[in-house]
T-cell receptor, first 116, second 111 residues
């Protein structure tokens, strides 16, 4: 079946512009996570949704970052007034959760964001 | 605070056994994951431990000691394709299910 998809795969934007990154999770997956990953590092937690509810946004670096998942499926991570330090790989993951689940997170291919 | 420590790099020989250690200090604990990540690719799930002890899955085994804040991933019969980064991650159960990842251990398998 289809895995987690993200779009765009690559985004180059100028400093000060807003960007919206999309994540399409595996159908039926309850939980959705956003991460940022620097080269040579592990994923850094940004935010987590359970269905449409944003349960934890403690990893969002500042108020320029926001995320939504209005219908409990597709999610959008928005970065306003981008800065060069926002350049990174942004990854989305989804998880079935509950019952006998191992809470395994399935990761998407990521969006490589470059701010010039 | 939250801290996950694992060695930066390890090298092992094809056919051998390697153990990758992970220690953690987190405010909550609701399970520990190991993921494999090949260069330029997304992380893929290897194991999940929530109770103490050893979980075996083919050539890969994972061990957890909650009292010691310690886990290890054991890879047997190493193959060249096992060259990758191995990420230890803790599911923080306090107020949600935030997942904290370590920086990863880069494993090089040589012939």
């Amino acid at each position: 079946g289809a895995g987690v998809s993200q779009s765009p795969r690559y985004k180059v934007t100028k400093r000060g512009q807003d960007v919206a990154l999309r994540c399409d999770p595996i159908s039926g997956h309850v939980s959705l996570y956003w991460y940022r990953q620097a080269l040579g590092q592990g994923p850094e937690f940004l935010t987590y949704f359970n269905y449409e509810a944003q349960q934890d946004k403690s990893g969002l670096p500042n108020d320029r970052f926001s995320a939504e998942r209005p219908e409990g499926s597709i999610s959008t991570l928005t970065i306003q007034r981008t800065e060069q330090r926002d350049s990174a790989m942004y990854r989305c993951a989804s998880s079935l959760e509950g019952g006998t689940s191992t809470y395994e997170q399935y990761f998407g291919p990521g969006t490589r964001l470059t701010v010039t | 605070g939250q801290n996950i420590d694992q060695p930066t790099e390890m090298t092992a020989t094809e056919g051998a056994i390697v153990q990758i250690n992970c220690t953690y200090q987190t405010s909550g604990f609701n399970g520990l994951f190991w993921y494999q990540q090949h260069a330029g690719e997304a992380p893929t799930f290897l194991s999940y431990n929530v109770l103490d002890g050893l979980e075996e899955k083919g050539r890969f085994s994972s061990f957890l000691s909650r009292s010691k804040g310690y886990s290890y991933l054991l890879l047997k019969e190493l193959q060249m394709k096992d060259s990758a980064s191995y990420l230890c991650a803790v599911r923080d159960g306090t107020g949600g299910f935030k997942t904290i990842f370590g920086a990863g251990t880069r494993l090089f398998v040589k012939a």
